[in-house]
Each structure stands twice: as C-alpha cells, then as structure tokens.
C-alpha cells in the first residue's frame, strides 16, 4: 500500500499513532508524525484506514 502523509498539514495530534502505532510514530521533538515503514502490507490496511480517518486535518491519504 502506498502511504501518503503530508507533513505540511500534520500538526502532531498523534491520532495516527494510537490508530496504526506500527506504522506512525511523532519525530524526536513531537512537532510532525514520521512513517516507520514507507510501504505498508495489507495486513496493516484496517489500521491505516483507522489512521487515515482519525487524523483531524486529514493528512493521510492510502492510495493503492
Ligand atoms: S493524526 Fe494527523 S495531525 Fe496527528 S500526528 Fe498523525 S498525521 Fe499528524
């Protein structure tokens, strides 16, 4: 799956991490979320699309 996060909109809420906490993760200084693995597998799309939907400015987009 392909991942799209725009770090330009992300503002740390850290919804993504609780949702998908295996494949986001906040950089060392908390301001922006960072992605643990760039092209997720399947196995992980419940939790992206839970990610995705969480997120309050909308910064995750999955596109396959
Ligand atoms: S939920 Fe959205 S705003 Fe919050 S850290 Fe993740 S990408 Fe950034």
Known sequence: MKIILDTNLCEAHGDCVLAAPDIFDLDDDDNVATML???PGEE???QLEE?????P???I???D
């Open 51 to 55: 990610a995705a939907r969480m997120c």
């Open 37 to 39: 693995i760039a092209e």
């Open 61 to 63: 987009r999955i596109e």
């Open 44 to 46: 992980y799309r419940t």
């Open 57 to 59: 400015v909308a910064a």
